[in-house]
């Protein structure tokens, strides 16, 4: 579906930061709605959620055990 998102898990990306998260949530509500920028009068609902799809895969990539690799994805 969204070919530019990359996989964010250990050991795929060893070091994740906040903006690689961000990037792939945004990536997917573009594809999702439709707009690559959003008009004035959706920016709002846009954001939101950019934000909610970044926290569910915080929580999803804090979630992960990752076999043999010492732990938690995290």
Known sequence: MCRS????????T???????IRAAAL???RKVSGF???AAHNRE???QAVEAVAEAT???LDGIEVRGGGG???
Request: charged content about 35%; cysteine-free.
């Open 45 to 47: 609902v846009f954001d």
């Open 58 to 60: 915080r929580r999803l």
């Open 27 to 29: 990536q997917y509500v």
């Open 14 to 20: 060893p070091e994740l930061h906040d903006e690689d």
């Open 5 to 12: 998102i990359k996989t964010l898990r250990p050991p795929m």
């Open 36 to 38: 690559r920028a959003p």
């Open 72 to 74: 938690r994805a995290s």
